[in-house]
């Protein structure tokens, strides 16, 4: 056999294999990633999670605390390049703008097992009270209200959806619209005189631990069948993976568990950093890093694995 041609064949195949390896490497456009935080504690977990892993491997990530719309507006002008929060089907209406847009790409699922509906302290259930239909006939109780998170989102809308159509007779209702904090301490007061209050809840969150609370039934009109039965999946614009595809493939690998992030969110509940709880995490379950890392780099192109556990010091 011809040696030049052996030699030939052999470096051909080296240069395959070098061009595969580097073939998701990030120019330097792509250290700065633009991440949107509705300002729920669950998304302030997960983006502390990928911040804490995205700077270990040399990215800038970079966190703008907008609402679900507006936030879902910036990365439909391209000026949001990931979402880790996009749950589903609550937020059903604006995929389906974003994707009528031709706006976003869907990097993965990175959470299984969530749930979002009313619910009451279960004081309240212990009188009777579960499902959206005994509500209305309890409105004294409740003063006629309904605690909310944060104008705009997905949930208030389906809420008040609920008292335009006047379902279950709680046209007369109000929506009370605050924040996610300004909510659980509402239900605290209340707990603490067991007065009657009806307000959003979703797992994973640690007030499925701080409160003793009951899901409502009957609400899958609005919240999707088993309690708000819900997955969270991961966005970007569309475009950002195919320019920046080493960090679109970490977002991709990106996963989560109820027991993780209930774990995060309360560590952040209780006031430590994002990032630090996420660090304090990852020192406890240091194997979370492989899957996570599987075909990445560092933005220099090297190992990703070894570069992030070295920067953790683990």
Aim: proline residues 5%; charged residues 20%; negative net charge.
């Amino acid at each position: 056999m011809n040696t030049k041609a052996i030699l030939c064949g052999a470096l051909s195949v080296i240069a395959i294999v070098a061009g595969a390896g580097s073939a998701l490497a990030d120019d330097a456009t792509c250290r700065a990633i633009r991440m949107s935080d509705p300002n729920w504690t669950d998304i302030n977990a997960t983006n502390g999670v990928a911040s804490v892993v995205l700077e270990a491997l040399g990215y800038a990530p970079e966190i703008s605390f907008l609402s679900v719309p507006i936030g879902y507006e910036s990365m439909k002008n391209g000026e949001i390049d990931v979402f880790l929060g996009n749950w589903m089907p609550a937020q059903t209406a604006f995929i389906e703008d974003l994707q009528a847009a031709d706006a976003i790409e869907v990097l993965n699922t990175n959470l299984t097992g969530a749930k979002f509906t009313l619910a009451v302290p279960s004081y309240m259930a212990d009188q009777g009270i579960t499902s959206f239909a005994d509500l209305d006939a309890n409105a004294e109780a409740f003063d006629s209200k309904i605690y909310g998170i944060e104008p705009g989102a997905p949930a208030n809308q389906n809420i008040a959806r609920m008292i335009a159509a006047d379902d279950f007779g709680l046209g007369d209702w109000e929506l009370v619209e605050s924040g996610e904090q300004a909510m659980l301490a509402q239900v605290s007061r209340m707990e603490r005189s067991e007065d009657g209050i009806v307000f959003l809840a979703w797992a994973p969150h640690p007030m499925n631990t701080n409160h003793d609370i009951t899901y409502l039934e009957g609400g899958d009109e609005y919240f999707g069948p088993n309690f708000g039965g819900a997955e969270v999946r991961t966005l970007a614009r569309k475009g950002w993976p195919e320019a920046c595809p080493n960090a679109a493939q970490l977002f991709t690998n990106m996963t989560f568990d109820i027991e993780m992030e209930n774990t995060l969110m309360g560590e952040i509940l209780d006031g430590a950093d994002a990032k630090d709880a996420a660090k304090e995490w990852l020192a406890a379950n240091p194997d979370a890093l492989t899957p996570w890392l599987d075909g990445v780099t560092t933005l220099e192109g090297e190992p990703a694995e070894p570069a992030v556990r070295a920067a953790l010091g683990l």
